[in-house]
Antibody, heavy 119, light 110 residues
Framework: EVQLVQSGAEVKKPGESLKISCKGSGYNFPSYWVAWVRQMSGKDLELMGI????????RYTPSFQGQVTISADKSINTAYLQWSSLKASDTAMYYC????????????WGQGTLVTVSS | QSALTQPPSASGSPGQSVTISCTGTSSDVGFYNYVSWYQQHPGKAPKLMIY???KRPSGVPDRFSGSKSGNTASLTVSGLQPEDEADYYC??????????FGTGTKVTVL
């Protein structure tokens, strides 16, 4: 069974750093792109970027370039999303999702990680 | 890349049909046959319901169907069930491993 399991909810202060994770199982993790998607206040879904764990090739949506870092460790089937200095506006739910490349769709999603940034 | 445009809400009584539109441009919806639809219940992750405009993943009821005409894609839910009450988002591939999502539609079963 394909699963993406994300790390738990986080509460941070502005300026702090954070790294959240997404662990895949039940499939050949390195061979599928993994995307990170932001959802603020239960509204729009926004693609932040996508990574190919096999060689860590990463592509960012322009509005997120330089704001976050996406990485992966294929040896432990895990993708990451990190911030070096959080802002209150980073408060959101973050999902990872597997891209089924042949179908250009996101067929499996993690359960989401809620990040709250507040002083 | 601007978000695809969806109506904020749609509704229908049990057993009726509801259709949700998703309007993009000739660079996304109109160019690629890679439109997907996702269902999201409150507090849950999105779930893939339709891919490649018309195809249903295994396990998705055939009450859900997709179509496309020009720059507008549509999702139809026939024979509405109470469990179909959820938010629905469309998405389209826009090249170079990039996608754009729709603004979301809240479907209410009356």
């Amino acid at each position: 069974e394909v699963q993406l399991v994300q790390s738990g909810a986080e509460v941070k202060k502005p300026g702090e750093s954070l790294k959240i994770s997404c662990k895949g199982s039940g499939y050949n993790f390195p061979s599928y792109w993994v995307a990170w998607v932001r959802q603020m206040s239960g509204k729009d879904l926004e693609l932040m970027g996508i990574i190919y764990p096999h060689d860590s090739e990463t592509r960012y949506t322009p509005s997120f370039q330089g704001q976050v870092t996406i990485s992966a460790d294929k040896s432990i089937n895990t993708a990451y999303l990190q911030w070096s200095s959080l802002k209150a506006s980073d408060t959101a739910m973050y999902y990872c999702a597997r891209e089924e490349q042949q179908l250009a769709t996101f067929d499996y999603w993690g359960q989401g990680t809620l990040v709250t940034v507040s002083s | 890349q601007s978000a695809l445009t969806q109506p904020p809400s749609a509704s229908g009584s049990p057993g009726q049909s509801v259709t949700i539109s998703c309007t993009g441009t000739s660079s996304d919806v109109g160019f690629y046959n890679y439109v997907s639809w996702y269902q999201q219940h409150p507090g849950k992750a999105p779930k893939l319901m339709i891919y490649e405009v018309t195809k249903r993943p295994s396990g998705v009821p055939d009450r859900f169907s997709g179509s496309k005409s020009g720059n507008t894609a549509s999702l139809t839910v026939s024979g509405l069930q109470p469990e179909d009450e959820a938010d629905y988002y469309c998405s389209s591939y826009v090249a170079s491993n990039n996608w754009v999502f729709g603004t979301g539609t809240k479907v209410t079963v009356l």
